[in-house]
């Protein structure tokens, strides 16, 4: 029997968070995602928040994720310079 692998933490520290931020967290193929790179964003909000978001949604005729993609858009676009 092999011995165990020792214990690594959740997550480490980034030695270069710019890097850090900018790297994927996984591999993933352009037939995966479409034509652009993707990455998955989490985030905790109340169940009263959750449903105010579908609602508002579903009235505009989006999807949640099409809705919060645009609202990123404008609440953080891209520096002129900057690599998308």
């Known amino acids: 029997m092999s011995e165990p692998s020792?214990?690594?933490?959740?997550?480490?520290?980034?030695?270069?968070?710019e890097s850090?931020?900018?790297?994927?967290?996984r591999p993933v193929s352009r037939a995966e995602t479409g034509a652009e790179f993707t990455a998955r964003l989490t985030i905790d909000?109340?169940?009263?928040?959750?449903?105010?978001?579908?609602?508002?949604?579903?009235?505009?005729g989006q999807t949640v994720a099409d809705m919060?993609?645009?609202l990123f858009e404008r609440?953080?676009?891209?520096?002129e310079g900057e690599p998308r």
Request: glycine share 4%; hydrophobic share 40%.
């Open 6 to 17: 020792p214990k690594r933490g959740f997550a480490s520290r980034p030695v270069d968070p």
């Open 20 to 25: 850090w931020v900018k790297s994927p967290d």
């Open 45 to 60: 909000v109340t169940a009263d928040m959750r449903g105010r978001i579908k609602i508002v949604a579903f009235q505009r």
């Open 68 to 70: 919060l993609r645009a």
């Open 75 to 79: 609440e953080f676009p891209t520096s």
